[in-house]
């Protein structure tokens, strides 16, 4: 038989079947080890294991990553006294029980219990954005414990 020049045999039901001789090289060329496993399956194994641990290691990462994102976009959680409240431009500003005052602006979105007032103690969720603390919940006046 020649290279090359594709052979058709007959089926049972005598219909020509058109083969590569490809196929029966390849067929002759597998080797197998000694657990009867072909040997390239073997090194395939081999890679399937990496990629699966590295795809574990990925995935790992990817959720402690979007955990600390949640985190963050959560919020910064103080508490303190009202100094100053600017209702026309949404700001009020908090001295902390260090001393410290920070300013705060609300908007639309933010959930404030209370009224805002000078002097009343407050407790806020605040995310920065763009420079400024925009706080995403305020809470006037003493906190309830949840029962």
């Known amino acids: ?11 049972a039901d005598g219909i020509i079947v058109a083969r590569s001789p490809w196929v029966h090289r390849r067929a002759r060329s597998l080797s197998f ?7 390239a399956a073997a090194g395939q194994e081999e ?7 590295l795809s574990l290691v990925a995935v790992f990462c990817a959720v402690v990553g979007l955990a600390q994102a949640q985190h963050n976009m959560d919020g910064k959680a103080v508490e ?8 026309a431009g949404k700001t009020f ?8 005052e920070t300013t705060y602006s609300w908007n639309d979105t933010t959930k404030v219990q209370g009224t ?21 919940w305020v809470q006037v006046g003493k906190m309830e414990p949840k029962k």
């Open 80 to 87: 303190g006294t009202i100094s100053k409240v600017d209702m």
């Open 33 to 39: 080890d000694s657990d009867g496993r072909n040997g």
């Open 47 to 53: 890679c399937m294991k990496k990629v699966l641990a």
């Open 116 to 136: 805002l007032k000078e002097g009343e103690m407050v407790h806020i969720k605040a995310v920065e954005k763009d420079g400024k603390m925009v706080a995403s």
């Open 93 to 100: 500003v908090v001295k902390g029980a260090d001393g410290k």
């Open 1 to 11: 038989m020649e290279v090359g020049k594709v052979v058709k045999p007959r089926g």
